[in-house]
């Protein structure tokens, strides 16, 4: 289901084949947690350049149920999104939001953030859900562990969750169009990442991830963990780095041989008044957009920049608006879309060096000076 | 400005022309109370049909200040709104509100509801804000009263407010496409309202608006003042009734010959879960939805009917998300909209009576039945 295109150093330019579309990479996904992406409607998600969506398992299990979604034609029927949808697989959100959990070899018992209900997450149970969702990319089910995490601590967890990949690659039914990542896990430790790879490549996957990364460490360590782990995943599959991240990050990653990408971040940063520009973060509710009638980027070409100026935008801020929401949340993710587009372009020309360059030269710019 | 094209019964179908554009009558004014009409972005409230929108003096003036958005290029420019807009003149708000008011033949002192800052409002800055607006439509400042209010408290608030009437009309600079609106007042009294009338007929304005209404009565004294008032009104200037209401409403307002309506309902219904239907309002929240595929009406053509079902209506609702505010809003202003099209398609026709009766029993046969 993947093809490497071209290189260029370790980066890849690719595409992915899934029942509902191609994928072009390195390719960022927003998050469409509850069966939506917070705030956009799936027109403009799609309108923004992106061509897969994330969604997440645990909250879709809980409201409104996973074969409630089955039963009313799927994810991508009933979120009215026809490309391809990667489901993550619980274990994240249930380690971060759920109450009372008890992890043992068989699965997750939690209790429901919402009303306490008491739930049971196996690997098998976790490749249904996903099923019954009609992901078009099934995640496998592992465990997540803080940061910093002992040696001790992360081999066994690591260990708990190739045993679970096992179990989830024995669950999975294989269709044409769909397929199972597994996930690298060993926190900062070479030896265990090492480990994990070498187990998850002798079961065999659609894909690979890494994860345990973006849960609090440096952008160095993160790097430092991609540069040992990268070389030892398998060339002809997809690459995977969960949970990332900030636009730097993502760079770095397409460096280090990422394919693909997700984050909360441009849609998060929507609602709290953040917008990412080529010259940095910017902060909407700052003072000084007041009486700025600019666009956020004069050469953005999404529907906030070519209709709004700052000004507005800062007005709807203030008045926390919703459409405040909606238009930066719309801005950042055409942001997003926008940065791995002309990371795809440079990839096939074999610029990427000179294109990562200026872009981070704009970023250390900062943003544009006051209008006078 | 305002040219009558043809009457059905008391109805009118008709045409205002403003500085920026034409609105067909009767006409449904969506609320864009902060330079937003919540939760929809300007071209989505275009695409509903809404021709005018109606914009808060009061809020506006706080934030971001009216001298503030005259220098951003007024209203249309900083909101992204091309079409007319008619502004209140802000002493409804300050009504409900504001803090400390102090009301006296001058005007109103109050303090802001965001911050308590102290402010002055006249009848003289009124229309000064309203011209920095850049509003097409400018409303004479008039006092508020409850209801119930005695004939005395009535009588002499109608009179300050006819007072006030007269210093707006002095204040107003006539420019071409830009008219001056004043309120009749009087609550329920017939006697009060002739005389409100005819003071305003004697100072001249360029359009009448019923104001006092639709502020606790009951429909059936809502439509007997109606009654009792329009045929007072002059038949060659437009007829306002201010802050009504529901679908009833503006067909009973239609029937009696009002030509322009504005509320909150369909966008404030919106965020609280309520849709507008054919078939009388739907709350999305009822469990009932939760696995009905079928759209919120089968022969809407709005963007959310056409791409999403009730069950994901419901399930966004249910899950507090932004987009579940977003696509009902945006409903509900196509349903009021596409009411008004077709009681204006119907008085063309003459057939207003049958077009009236027929609405009617489709919302008394009330909501289609659960889908099995």
């Known amino acids: 289901m993947f093809t490497c295109l071209r290189h260029d150093g370790k980066a890849r330019l690719g595409q992915l084949t899934t029942a509902h579309g191609l994928v072009s990479t390195p390719a960022f996904m927003p998050v469409g947690t509850l069966a939506t992406v917070k705030a956009v409607p799936s027109e403009v998600v799609a309108a923004t350049g992106a061509q897969m969506i994330l969604a997440n398992t645990y909250h879709l ?66 490749i249904a859900i996903q099923r019954a969702l009609d992901a078009d990319i099934t995640m496998a089910l592992d465990e997540c562990i803080p940061f910093p995490a002992t040696q ?37 430790y070479p030896d265990l990442r090492k480990e994990s790879v070498r187990c998850l490549r ?28 990268v070389p030892l995943m398998p060339s002809n599959y997809p690459r995977y780095l969960m949970g990332v991240g900030k636009p730097e990050d993502l760079v770095g990653g397409v460096l280090r041989g990422i394919d693909l990408f997700d984050c909360v971040l441009p849609t998060r940063s929507g609602r709290t008044a953040q917008a990412f520009t080529h010259h940095g973060t910017v902060n909407m509710r ?10 956020l980027e004069d050469t953005c070409t999404c529907m906030t920049c070519r209709r709004y ?54 970023l250390r710019a900062g943003d544009i000076r006051q209008s006078s």
Chains 1, 2 share one sequence.
Do not use: K
């Open 61 to 126: 299990m809980l409201r409104p149920g996973a074969e409630r979604v089955a039963r009313l034609g799927g994810l991508h029927t009933f979120m009215n999104w026809p490309g391809p949808i990667l489901t993550d697989s619980g274990g994240f959100q249930v380690m971060s939001l759920a109450g009372l959990r008890t992890v043992n070899a068989g699965g997750i018992t939690f209790r429901s953030h919402i009303d306490g209900a008491r739930y049971y997450l196996t690997p098998e149970r976790s």
């Open 202 to 229: 002798l079961m065999g996957f659609d894909g690979y991830a890494i994860g345990g990364l973006a849960v609090g460490e440096s952008q160095e360590i993160m790097f430092t963990v991609l540069e040992q782990t």
């Open 152 to 188: 001790e601590q992360a081999a066994a967890s690591m260990r708990l969750s190739m045993h679970w990949a096992e179990r989830c690659r024995a669950a999975f039914v294989t269709r044409p169009g769909y397929g199972l990542f597994g996930i690298v896990q060993g926190s900062i």
């Open 309 to 362: 100026s700052r000004a507005y935008l800062h007005h709807l801020v203030r008045s926390r608006e919703i459409l405040g929401i909606m238009l930066l949340t719309w801005h950042n993710l055409h942001f997003y879309q926008t940065l791995m587009q002309t990371m795809r372009t440079a990839i096939a020309h074999g610029a990427l060096t000179a294109c990562v360059e200026s872009f981070m030269a704009g």
């Open 286 to 295: 700052n003072a000084r957009h007041a009486e700025d009638s600019r666009p």
